[in-house]
């Protein structure tokens, strides 16, 4: 069964521009979720996507935003950036349901801003 | 906000020897506690769970315990092997059935020495 896929692995932006990550959950799995991972900060939860519609949203500003296709695939997108967004981005996927959350990992996009 | 506290942030061990890690939560209605396993380049991996009605659980070499009156557990890990360096990240959620609920703890960098 294959994991859970991200992409790109890498990335450069400048401050002020825009960028679009992409995950693919495990098949079979309806939620998605992101966090932002930093070594000041930790883990961070971003959103949590649950069949195409935003079940939860973390403590990030507006130009943070997500979304998840009818496939279950999600995109986040980051707006204006800045220096203080660079980190690793990681996405996870689960079942999603009441007794079963537990979240697979991907390997995480890497976003450096300059 | 709740918050899980975790430590050591660093943790050096001999090849063979034990190796504890040690997480405290402030919210007393967590009820699931899972460790996560992060190796370089990688996402975190589950490595074990438990819930709030056990107080200890154990797979191969490694267990985790739970104090729930004092709102502490721990990850413990025997015969450490060089496949075990890596960062370990516990985490406290209320229910099973959201990532927005699972409150990550700051990591811990274990290296195992030959």
């Known amino acids: 069964k294959a994991g859970v896929t991200q992409t790109p692995r890498y990335l450069i932006k400048t401050r002020g521009q825009q960028v679009t990550l992409s995950c693919s959950p495990i098949s079979g799995h309806r939620s998605v979720s992101w966090y932002q991972q930093t070594p000041g900060q930790g883990l961070q939860f971003l959103f949590e996507y649950f069949s195409e519609t935003q079940r939860n949203k973390g403590n990030f500003p507006g130009r943070f935003s997500g979304r998840q296709f009818s496939n279950s695939r999600s995109e986040m997108n980051v707006s204006t950036l800045e220096l203080g967004d660079s980190a690793l981005y990681l996405c996870?996927?689960?079942?999603?349901?009441?007794?079963?959350?537990?979240?697979?990992f991907g390997p995480g996009t890497r976003l450096t801003v300059l | 906000g709740e918050n899980v506290e975790q430590h050591p942030s660093t943790l050096s061990v001999q090849e063979g020897d034990s190796a504890v890690i040690k997480c405290t939560y402030s919210?007393?209605?967590?009820?699931?506690f899972p460790w996560y396993k992060q190796e370089l380049g990688k996402g975190p991996q589950l490595i074990i769970d438990i819930r709030s009605n056990v107080g200890e659980k154990k797979d191969q070499r490694i267990a985790v315990t739970l104090n729930k009156t004092a709102k502490h557990f721990s990850l413990h890990i025997t015969e450490t092997q060089p496949e075990d360096s890596a960062v370990y990240f516990c985490?406290?959620?209320?229910?099973?059935?959201?990532?927005?609920?699972?409150?990550f703890g700051s990591g811990t960098r274990l290296s195992i020495r030959p």
């Open positions: 985490a406290a959620s209320r229910g099973y059935s959201s990532a927005s609920k699972i409150i």
């Open positions: 919210d007393s209605a967590s009820n699931y």
């Open positions: 996870a996927s689960s079942r999603g349901t009441s007794d079963n959350n537990e979240q697979f």
